[in-house]
C-alpha cells in the first residue's frame, strides 16, 4: 500500500515536471520566432533606407552601416538555423 502512494507521488511530481518544462520550451519558441520576425524586418529595414545605396558608398558611414549588415545577416542566419533544426 506505502510502496502505490510513493509511486503515486512520484508519477503527479513527474507530470508536473513534464508539464512545465513543456510550458518553458513553448514560450522558448514563441520567442525565438518573434525574435526571428524582428531580425526580417530590421533587415527589410536597412535595405529600404539604403535603397540609393548611398550610406554604403559613404567612407564613414558605409563602413558602419556594412557592419550593421553583416551582424544583421549573422542574426538572422542564426535564427533561420534554428528553426531549420527543430
Excluded at 9 to 34: A, D, F, P, S
Excluded at 53 to 71: C, L, Q, V, W, Y
Aim: charged share 25%; proline share 0%; glycine share 6%.
Amino acid at each position: 500500500m506505502i510502496i502505490e502512494i510513493i509511486l503515486g507521488l512520484l508519477v503527479l511530481m513527474e507530470g508536473y515536471v513534464i508539464w512545465n518544462l513543456n510550458r518553458k520550451t513553448e514560450l522558448l519558441e514563441t520567442w525565438v520566432e518573434n525574435f526571428s520576425g524582428r531580425v526580417n524586418q530590421v533587415q527589410q529595414d536597412m535595405s529600404d533606407i539604403d535603397s540609393t545605396g548611398h550610406f554604403e558608398a559613404d567612407d564613414e558611414i558605409g563602413s558602419i552601416f556594412n557592419t550593421i549588415k553583416e551582424i544583421i545577416n549573422d542574426l538572422n542566419n542564426f535564427t533561420e538555423g534554428e528553426s531549420i533544426s527543430e
